[in-house]
């Protein structure tokens, strides 16, 4: 049973006053039940521009046991989530995203009651009007690979089937597996996290604890946020191997002799599958075809010339 908890927020461009209060109001109800509770809440805005999104946030210091930390430079995923865990006071640390929501009234009471000695890992769910984003490529995609992600399911992959944006952990362990700071761009620094976690032995208890996801970029963002993901998975294809489906794959083709002829057609048809995914009626299948003819480019302008392929 977790009796101490730093709630740690991660913040970009983006309002959260309101989940922070949602976060408080369960805690307070938890104490209020006779229940041994210390808590803290950390909101770490990395860099934000959004003028507008950082005067909402600053209403979260007048809540009970919160804390609105507004950073000037933005420094990345991975180091923001770092640093996070160094502010904290508590044994026990719970990741929330700043851009998801809670439709759990026992969401935060469903963590302290857990047994875990590591790390615990409630899940997600994509919630939104189907016909309102049929056009958006992020919903799409989500909607069709969240749709297995029961406790039960993630138990079978469980150092690879989970996220830092609801983690309850260990403050110890966090700092003796810090998230890896080479990765200041977006992607993947679950996937490390994950394989460093599973070396060292801790345990991931896996939970039906979701948060909600329900904000949705644009597909041009989504798109060039997915680009730099698969730049960065390129620069850690070595450590990653064996946790990704897009270097799987991108092996399977090359055993199969088949990368050369894959690329070239990549390079023809790169710009109509791009115009599909910008567009109104994006294709989940394409955008998986794209991602793997990414890194492939890149693997094979390397191959050739020693030098990135730049393939936007």
């Known amino acids: 049973m977790i009796t101490e908890l730093s709630i740690l927020m991660p913040c970009y461009n983006n309002e959260c006053y309101g989940l922070v209060a949602d976060i408080c ?6 104490i209020r039940s006779g229940r041994r509770l210390k808590y803290e809440v950390i909101v770490a805005d990395d860099g934000s521009t959004d003028a507008c999104a950082i005067a909402a946030n600053r209403r979260i210091d007048s809540l009970p046991e919160c804390t609105y930390e507004l ?12 640093h996070l865990a160094q502010a904290a006071s508590y044994e026990w ?7 998801m929501k809670l439709r759990n009234g026992s969401f935060l009471k469903n963590y302290i009651d857990a047994d875990s000695r590591g790390a615990i890992y409630g899940g997600y769910e994509i919630r939104g009007d189907a016909n309102e984003l049929k056009g958006n490529l992020r919903y799409r995609y989500e909607a069709r690979y969240n749709r297995n992600s029961s ?4 138990r079978k992959s469980p150092y690879s089937c989970f996220h830092v944006s609801n983690l309850a952990i260990r403050r110890s362990l966090m700092l003796a597996h810090p998230l890896d700071g ?18 060292a032995g801790v345990e991931i208890t896996h939970i039906d604890n979701p948060v909600s996801f329900e904000d949705f970029e644009s597909n041009a963002d989504f798109l060039a946020k997915t680009e730099e993901s698969i730049e960065m ?3 850690l294809r070595g450590e990653l191997d064996g946790y990704s489906s897009v270097i799987s794959a991108a092996r399977r083709i090359g055993k199969a002799h088949l990368k050369k002829a894959f690329t070239t057609a990549f390079a023809m048809a790169a710009k ?11 294709s989940v299948l394409l955008f ?15 191959t050739h010339d020693n030098k990135p392929h730049n393939c936007r």
Do not use: W
Not at 71 to 82: F, H, K, S, T, Y
């Open 71 to 82: 950073r000037r430079r933005n420094v990345g995923r991975a180091a923001i989530r770092n």
């Open 272 to 282: 109509a599958i791009k115009n599909n995914l910008t567009g109104n009626n994006p």
């Open 25 to 30: 109001a369960q805690a307070e109800s938890i």
């Open 233 to 235: 998975l390129y620069a």
């Open 93 to 99: 640390l719970l990741f929330i995203d700043s851009d």
């Open 182 to 199: 080479r990765i200041t761009r977006y992607g993947h620094e679950d996937l490390l996290f994950g394989k460093a976690l599973a070396r």
């Open 151 to 154: 406790a039960e399911e993630r």
């Open 288 to 302: 998986n075809i794209y991602k793997l003819g990414m890194f492939c480019s890149i693997e094979q302008g390397k």
